[in-house]
């Protein structure tokens, strides 16, 4: 048994990372996307709610790209950005912004015409109102469309192995077949879906802290956005 | 534009144009997995989904099914699978279905859940039978949702059947991986195009699709 958990953590000199390295260079190809994703997308969406005609041919937009193979997508910038991280990370966080300027633009919109009323007549300009009232009231919104991007962020990463192996996790795949060893493929899949998990757990717990006025259970209304975006 | 010129190369070599090798052969096995691997997740999807979301019960229990389905990497899956069971039809078929059930799955139940109540009571009012309920009212209500749910996971199936190459299986794929281990572009952004283009012309058949089944009523508002 302690054999097979050595040989489980034995990674091949030639990844140049221990396990633990290769999980940071991971998490690094994963979330750094998806950051650059929701920078993005924030002003976006908010271009979108204010010029309301905006929107359909953003959406239109999204979409195609959105159907574009992620193999594909790495493989046409290879001749741009070569077989770098780089190559690996553009398509996921174009696929980051696809699926949060629809999650910001419904969390924003669904904010009640009264509360806005109310935040007007208290004084608030647009800007304040925007920060302090139309955000927070999106957070489940935007923290569920965070969810659905980073878990699949996390799992696409792996892909990179076929380009140059730049697949973090992934490349322990190939690895596995070069040095006939199964368990290096078992550890990849294992610790890949145990980070997305993880992540898609703290993400959770960060939507509880920054709504406080919600209920802490998927209980009640919050959980119909949330499988709403589950399923995009 | 370097890629142009790759993807203009690639189309225009007669030689990509027909034998086993050849762009039809190998847009119809990518076809073929697709329909698959589809038609298998629409199979577990589907009725779950619909059962579910008409008693409005288990829908903490679907989120957690499908956050775990997409936590699993699907390569990764793919390889793992080819270890355990050998080359095949199999192992490919199960990372496939894996990543396409959740979609299914969680907009089914979603798209029932989200059907007006008032015509369900209506309906049952009237005294009609629960299975005619589910079947007459609600789902033509909530079509387009399913819809959507079903066009989210075949473009998902469509982009990863490219991977099946990796483990010696045919499709799109074929030309990306080949092109990638012989280092010739051309093949590489050909085979990109070609699956890129694959991904849009299923969008476009579940537009259509949709223009089609939905009816007009539901449609309009």
Redesign the interface.
Known sequence: MSDYLHDFFDIPSDLQHSWIGLVGLHLREALLPVAAGLLLALPLAQLCVRFRWLYPPVLGVT??L????????F??L??YTGQTELTVMIPLAVYSLVVLVPAIVDGVRSVPQETLSAATAMGFGPVRRYLQVQLPIAVPAIIAGL??AT??S???V??G???GNQ?A??NL?HD??MYNR?EL??N??IT???L??LV?ALLVLVRVLLTPWMPSG?AGRE??P???D??? | MNVLNFVNAFFSDSAHWHGYDGIPARLAEHVQYTLEALALAAAIGLPIGLVTGHYGRGGNALSLVATAGRALPSFGLLVLMTTLLGFGMLPVMIPLVVLAVPPILVTTYEAMRSVDPSPVDAARGMGMHESRILFQVELPVALPLILSGLRSAAIQIVSTATIAAYVSLGGLGRYIVDGLFQVNYEKVVGGATLVAVLALVTLALFWAVARVAVSPGVRRR
């Open positions: 979409t195609v959105y159907a574009i193979p992620s193999l594909a997508f493989v046409v290879i001749d969810r659905v878990v699949s996390i799992s696409l792996s892909v192995m076929l380009i697949g996790l992934g795949l596995a077949q199964p493929t078992w990849s899949v890949t879906a145990l997305a998990i898609d998927t959980q119909a949330a499988l709403k589950a399923a995009r």
